[in-house]
């Protein structure tokens, strides 16, 4: 299987669950701007969206998704405990918080990374996404992880997601158990392993 990723993007998530499942996968890395993969091949022709992540699993077109390509990675080490089993209540609140986080936190910080992005609408974005962040804080209280004490997919996904706070100059000090949740997660060797292969530390 090829990931196709570009460093510190949305792409990670899949990367850190691949480690975390033992599944191997070869990375190709793609320039979003270009939309060509790091050997220079039109990227689009991979993924006419021209976002990442995309993962080719040997079928006429790849998966694409985070939110998706995260529970297809877990599906294939069941044993991991990734993910829990499909058709139960706990699955489901993983999908749950996957959704969340696609749809509130991921679309929440992108637009900020657009330095053309208007200063009205960066506020509007900015107080919800405020919002958004307050409810994860409480909902964290007591809680190791996003469905309690057991680490799956949906935890890679928002460390991946949260961490965008730092280069976008987000403060996250009023949120103490969002941080210690980050805190929790970088040190996973599945995670090391992702950001020193991406380049990242």
């Given at each position: 299987?090829?990931?196709?990723y570009?460093?510190?993007?949305?792409?990670?998530?899949?990367?850190?669950?691949?480690?975390?499942?033992?599944?191997?996968?070869?990375?190709?890395?793609?320039?979003?701007?270009a939309?060509?993969?790091?050997?220079?091949?039109?990227?689009?022709?991979?993924?006419?969206?021209?976002?990442?992540?995309?993962?080719?699993?040997?079928?006429?077109?790849?998966?694409?998704?985070?939110?998706?390509?995260?529970?297809?990675?877990?599906?294939?080490?069941?044993?991991?405990?990734?993910?829990?089993?499909?058709?139960?209540?706990?699955?489901?609140?993983?999908?749950?918080?996957?959704?969340?986080?696609?749809?509130?936190?991921?679309?929440?910080?992108?637009?900020?990374?657009?330095?053309?992005?208007?200063?009205?609408?960066?506020?509007?974005?900015?107080?919800?996404?405020?919002?958004?962040?307050?409810?994860?804080?409480?909902?964290?209280a007591?809680?190791?992880?996003?469905?309690?004490?057991?680490?799956?997919?949906?935890?890679?996904?928002?460390?991946?997601?949260?961490?965008?706070?730092?280069?976008?100059?987000?403060?996250?000090?009023?949120?103490?158990?969002?941080?210690?949740?980050?805190?929790?997660?970088?040190?996973?060797?599945a995670?090391?392993?992702?950001?020193?292969?991406?380049?990242?530390?």
């Amino acid at each position: 299987m090829k990931l196709y990723y570009t460093p510190g993007a949305c792409s990670m998530a899949p990367h850190i669950v691949a480690n975390e499942a033992g599944v191997p996968v070869e990375l190709v890395k793609v320039d979003l701007r270009a939309k060509t993969t790091e050997q220079g091949s039109n990227y689009l022709g991979v993924n006419s969206r021209g976002y990442v992540p995309a993962l080719d699993i040997g079928e006429s077109e790849p998966l694409t998704e985070a939110s998706v390509i995260v529970q297809y990675l877990a599906d294939k080490a069941p044993e991991k405990g990734l993910l829990p089993a499909a058709g139960t209540t706990a699955r489901l609140r993983v999908q749950q918080w996957l959704t969340f986080i696609a749809t509130e936190l991921h679309k929440g910080f992108s637009p900020l990374f657009n330095p053309a992005f208007p200063e009205e609408a960066r506020k509007i974005v900015t107080d919800r996404l405020k919002l958004r962040l307050a409810d994860l804080e409480q909902k964290l209280a007591g809680k190791h992880y996003l469905t309690g004490d057991t680490y799956t997919v949906a935890d890679a996904y928002a460390f991946v997601v949260l961490n965008w706070a730092k280069p976008l100059k987000f403060d996250l000090s009023d949120y103490p158990n969002i941080q210690a949740f980050l805190g929790r997660i970088a040190p996973r060797p599945a995670v090391q392993a992702a950001l020193k292969a991406e380049g990242l530390i």
